[in-house]
Antibody
């Protein structure tokens, strides 16, 4: 059974880089699916951050594109998120997910990690 | 960017009743590229329905989806206690992928 687990620092200082990793088990990040990051500020709705294919092909939400980098490590079976110049507005639950249909980035989010709360504060 | 507006914001019903949740798009959603998720408190979202009306594995058949263009509906035929949660729609026909702001289904 596919499992995703987010990990990384829970507290980030303003202006620093937020870094998270999604470890994938029970499946391969090299499969024919895109993998994505979504966030949810406390008490608010969901926002797609970006997605990546095992080949390294990425696409991002334009609202975050200038600050975000998503990468994949097929040897470690994980993918990662880096968001630079963090502010309090980036405080959120961050989820990683496997997308639903093969070969396409235009698809739903089929399997989700449990999420990790990242707080941006000095 | 396609903005999805869900209504009502909060829906108060009793177990056994029928729930109808709406998701309206600011422009037509390409093909059938709309999904619904359920999120219980303290949990990650869970996929219920994709491609407007296809139930995900494990989704009970009391959940159904319908709609096209700009208007979509999630219907729960008879509410069970575990159905009281937050529900989100998501379109994946255009980038950026976007979600609605959610409908909270609460027990009356």
């Amino acid at each position: 059974q596919l499992q995703l687990r987010e990990s990384g620092p829970r507290l980030v200082k303003p202006s620093e880089t937020l870094s998270l990793t999604c470890n994938v088990s029970g499946g391969s990040v090299s499969s024919n699916y895109y993998w994505g990051w979504i966030r949810q500020p406390p008490g608010k709705g969901l926002e797609w951050i970006g997605s990546i294919y095992y080949s390294g092909s990425t696409y991002y939400n334009p609202s975050l594109k200038s600050r975000v980098t998503i990468s994949v490590d097929t040897s470690e079976n994980l993918f990662s998120l880096k968001m630079k110049s963090a502010t309090a507005a980036d405080t959120a639950l961050y989820y990683c997910a496997r997308m639903g249909a093969e070969y396409t980035r235009y698809t739903w989010f089929a399997s989700w990690g449990q999420g990790t709360l990242v707080t941006v504060s000095s | 960017e396609i903005v999805l507006t869900q209504s009502p914001g909060t829906l108060s019903l009793s177990p056994g009743e029928r729930a109808t949740l709406s998701c309206r798009a600011s422009q037509s959603v390409r093909s059938t590229y709309l999904a619904w998720y359920q999120q219980r408190p303290g949990q990650a979202p869970r996929l219920l329905i994709h491609d407007v009306s296809s139930r995900a594995t494990g989704t009970p058949d009391r959940f159904s989806g319908s709609g096209s263009g700009t208007d979509f509906t999630l219907t729960i035929s008879r509410l069970e206690p575990e159905d009281f949660a937050e529900y989100y729609c998501q379109q994946y026909g255009d980038s950026p992928l976007t979600f609605g702001q959610g409908t909270k289904l609460e027990s009356k």
